[in-house]
């Protein structure tokens, strides 16, 4: 059974440049065999800085909220990409 890889991406900006490497991510992992997966916060619609899933009670959250959590429980490995702000990652 390949191993499910969820690759996390988080910018919000118009001009980012770490979606070149996530996507990357995605297709090298899956070149070895894994189910790879990009979950790219802004393409989906992600809530920035609102509650944290596991605050809405049970079948209140969003839907993709929601539909991640699924994503996450079933997933073997995580990768995330981050952007740098002030050669850090971001506080969100």
């Given at each position: 059974?390949?191993?499910?890889?969820?690759?996390?991406?988080?910018?919000?900006?118009s001009?980012?440049?770490g979606i070149?490497?996530?996507?990357?991510?995605?297709?090298?992992?899956?070149?070895?065999?894994?189910?790879?997966?990009?979950i790219?916060?802004?393409?989906?619609?992600?809530?920035?800085?609102?509650?944290?899933?596991?605050?809405?009670?049970?079948?209140?959250?969003?839907?993709?909220?929601?539909?991640?959590?699924?994503?996450?429980?079933?997933?073997?490995?995580?990768?995330?990409?981050?952007?740098?702000?002030?050669?850090?990652?971001?506080?969100?």
């Open positions: 059974m390949a191993d499910r890889i969820l690759v996390f991406y988080g910018s919000y900006r001009d980012r440049q070149r490497l996530a996507d990357w991510l995605v297709r090298a992992f899956a070149a070895r065999g894994a189910e790879a997966e990009l790219d916060a802004k393409a989906i619609g992600l809530p920035m800085l609102d509650r944290m899933y596991k605050e809405y009670p049970a079948g209140e959250a969003p839907a993709a909220l929601e539909q991640l959590a699924g994503k996450i429980r079933a997933a073997d490995a995580f990768v995330f990409v981050l952007p740098e702000y002030n050669y850090a990652p971001p506080s969100a």
